[in-house]
């Protein structure tokens, strides 16, 4: 399953910027889907995560109330739009699929679950 993120880029402190991730068709209704983040000398961060349905949100603790996960079946892409940047948001962002069973429609905020992952897109935020 090949995901591929995009949307990064060089803001400002205080502005927002939208992470997308797209994912092919056949597998994007039965993934649950997760943003995570690692900057220069630091370990992988999880950043937020989305159950299959979309029914189901999860934070990490310094995100919580600026960005917010979302996907688009549609689409077959899932966002992150983030607000508020600070610079220590910073930081390469990757998208991440787990297959699930639909009984299970849990967000999960675990790296090491995630089957697949995308290629990465930087986010710079200079203060």
């Known amino acids: 399953v090949q995901l591929q993120a995009s949307g990064g880029g060089l803001v400002q402190a205080g502005d927002s910027l939208r992470l997308s991730c797209a994912a092919p068709?056949?597998?994007?209704?039965?993934?649950?889907l997760g943003w995570f983040r690692q900057a220069p000398g630091k370990e992988r961060e999880f950043v937020a995560a989305i159950s299959w349905s979309g029914g189901s949100t999860t934070y990490g603790d310094s995100v919580k109330g600026r960005f917010t996960i979302s996907r688009d079946k549609r689409k077959n892409t899932m966002y992150l739009q983030m607000n508020s940047l600070k610079s220590e948001d910073t930081a390469v962002y990757y998208c991440?699929?787990?297959?699930?069973?639909?009984?299970?429609?849990?967000?999960?905020?675990?790296?090491?679950?995630?089957?697949?992952w995308g290629q990465g897109t930087q986010v710079t935020v200079s203060s």
């Open positions: 991440a699929a787990k297959r699930v069973d639909l009984s299970s429609d849990y967000a999960i905020g675990i790296d090491f679950a995630y089957d697949y």
């Open positions: 068709a056949h597998a994007f209704g039965s993934f649950a």
